[in-house]
């Protein structure tokens, strides 16, 4: 019998901002750059899905993107 047989990392991750559950902005307070610190430390490399529901795509998915943008170039 084996015991402490390791999982493979998830293969989705999921964000939003996490007070409400609505889409990032760049005002929000969360550090969204230390989740993605977390991820490339940990060697994730897959998918990333927004985990909130978006009323207004036009509007609200170029902010979201900015913010993403945001963490990976400071």
Known sequence: MRFGVCMPIEQ???????????PMTPQDT?????????????GYNARMSLECPVKNPETQLPVV??????????
């Open 12 to 22: 989705a991750e999921f964000i939003a901002n996490p007070v409400g559950r609505v």
């Open 30 to 42: 969360a550090d969204y750059k230390a989740f993605f610190r977390a991820l490339h430390f940990i």
């Open 65 to 74: 993107l900015e913010v993403l943008h945001r963490c990976d170039n400071e």
